[in-house]
């Protein structure tokens, strides 16, 4: 096992106008799960490339368990790698496909087959070992690419996408199976998404990138409790975080947000925007409809009936506000909301930099 440390890695692809990654720091400790997320076309597939040296850095530094790889051979770097198109060879049997990489490896006939039996038991896999990949499910074949991986002993695994060729539901039980297994095996993990709930559900931390930047790493809770940035917080979530700009309105209470007509108070922290604008972000959950006493009206435009949540779109002076009620929720179209705004749910941000600012 290893920690990895990336330090201001650069790429930009031949006759590209923007880097593909710009100058990308990253620490991930020894058996720690990292997951990259971000929206298509941000560098996370490059980051993880130059990790596994199939693409080369045109600036910057690699280094795994204390040693520089950066100009390493792939594999020369003892990693192992499952790819979005899981790249099984239909004309070789589950266990051949599983110990295809420890055969190649020299491995004694005798070893490989206790591995491959070892990763089929993880992966459920042991009913198939004599079957051809044809006849298997979508789910049992990605299942055989993440044991091919597993059996290498690698220091470090590298997942680019592994779940999304897969249908919803079995996305959702592979998503869970997977975080049980990488975390029974304790291998450093960098694992690649786009879906900001298998971000969630599978990191010990999120980098969350825009155009080749990481925009914030930490914790999944903190990074969606806490956003950044407003493109973290509307990235994250489901509905995303909503935001609602006014301008800061000195009263003899205290300051203000003046939305247009309504107006909710600004913690005294940021009395410094006074007069200028100022943008609430509040996620969808936190709001609630009161009775009669909310800190805000907003009128009704849609009901969503969801199953397990009602989602209401309300418009607040002109701005959209989705609000996430119980499932037995109902009201009439039009009808006036009374919308309350817990302050501990508020995160404030500049308009001008979109960045969190610090309230406490
Ligand atoms: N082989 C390549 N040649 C030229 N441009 C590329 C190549 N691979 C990726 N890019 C570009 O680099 C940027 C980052 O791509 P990528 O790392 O694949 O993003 P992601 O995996 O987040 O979708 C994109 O603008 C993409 O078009
Ligand atoms: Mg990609």
Redesign the pocket.
Known sequence: MAEVVLRDLVKT????T?R?TDEVSLEIADGEFMVLL??????????LRMVAGLEMPDAGQIVIGGKDVTYLEPRRRNLSMVFQSYAVFPNKKVADNIGFGLQVHGVPAGEVRRKVEWAADLLQLTPYLDRYPAKLSGGQRQRVAVARAIVMDADVLLMDEPLSNLDALLRLSFRAELKKLVSELGTTTLY?T?DQVEALSLGDRVAV?RN?EIAQCDAPTAVYDDPASQFVGGFLGSPPMNFLTGTVEQAAEGSRLDLGGQSLTVPAALSAYAGKPLTLGIRPEAIEVADGDGALTGELQVLEPLGSSALLTTDIDGQTVKVQAPPSFRADPAERLSLRIPPEACRWYDPETSLLLEVR
């Open positions: 692809y031949p006759g590209a923007a593909a971000g929206p298509s076309g941000c560098g996370k597939t490059t980051l690649v786009h990138m080749g």
